[in-house]
């Protein structure tokens, strides 16, 4: 069978692409191993989709991505911006609503969104092929010359497919158990292109040894902190909540400063944001009788108050009756407490895959090789990772629709 183009992978970035490019047109076979469309999408936001984040600045959104080449981004976001996917939302009368910092969330159910990119597939008449297997990918170039448009030839479950365009939109490793492959690294390195090498992101953090033992059993407990990584011009701060876990640490905060954080690097955490503790526990001295756990759980909760204070010989007394020293180092503690993770909770807990397929290698304005004539990677499978919040899906909208744009027919 001959198509125009094939995209392999019906994730959000294959979905969206396919319709796009049938809407211009173009004869398209969307292919899949999984038997059930877009999972990702299904439990993102909790079940409610948080498919993209109306406060992307499309002036400067690289602020918003990792990236060995952060700037490659910027054309096809500024090209496809966040309110043109809420046009489309609304015309297919999704309800939605922002939660917080411009996160947009479905109304209803994360199937809705799903219902509508097939809905878009149908009506640019995509083939879809589902669940089917690649199982070969092969090129014949015109006249031996491969930057020239020659033949691709797909051995797929359902036979042999040929076509002059194969887009890759088979995201990355994270969530295995939903059918995450390395697909599309595998084909990068067939036909030459470099890859940075994928590490989980948006992901849990997770602690060993006899520094974490006081916190262990805090497993259930969040608040708002302020949580930062590396130094100088590579130092990354957020401002969110943050959840301790049985094995370590998650919520908001976390999960964003996973995607910075290095193996060996520490993590500087601020639990008592915008307050200046040193004082507080100064003026507290002065006043008050009470014992310093007491008088800390007004600045934290006191789960975390008792799990400061519960190893210091120092620091069981009432307040009035501590050393200044004492309570000068454990404001200095909440403030800055440093602590190293161990590692992450990998690839089935997080969210997205960072690394992928190197951006040098690619054209930042049609995501095509620009080795490989009419081979395209779109999505998580590029070396393009998101803020948590809806940002990775609008990388998934963009780098789709501008792929989808330059998409030849009848080629």
Known sequence: MNFDVVVIGAGAAGLFCAAQAGHRGLKVLLVDHSERVAEKIRISGGGRCNFTNRDLDVRAPQKHFVSDNPNFCRSALSRYTPQQFIGLIERHGIAFHEKHKGQLFCD???????????????????????????????????????????????????????TPQVVIATGGLSIPQLGASDFGYRIAQQFGLRTIAPRPALVPLTFAGEGWAPYAGLAGLALPVQIETGSKKDRMAFLEDLLFTHRGLSGPAVLQISSYWREGVPLSIDFAPGTDVAQALGEAKARSRKKIANELATLVPSR???????????????????????LAALADRIARWQITPSGTEGYKKAEVTAGGVDTRELSSQTLESSKQAGLYFIGEVVDVTGWLGGYNFQWAWASAHACAQALKPGA
């Open 108 to 162: 209803g159910p994360s199937q809705q969104i799903i219902d509508m990119l097939l809905a878009e597939c149908d009506a640019g008449g995509v083939t879809r092929w589902q669940p089917c297997g690649v199982k070969k990918v092969s090129y014949t170039a015109a006249d031996g010359d491969v930057a020239h448009a020659g033949a691709y030839r797909l051995d797929t479950d359902r036979g042999p497919v040929d």
């Open 304 to 326: 975390l108050a008792e799990a400061w204070v519960g190893n210091d010989a120092a620091l069981q007394r009432p307040i009035n009756e501590a050393a200044d020293r004492a």
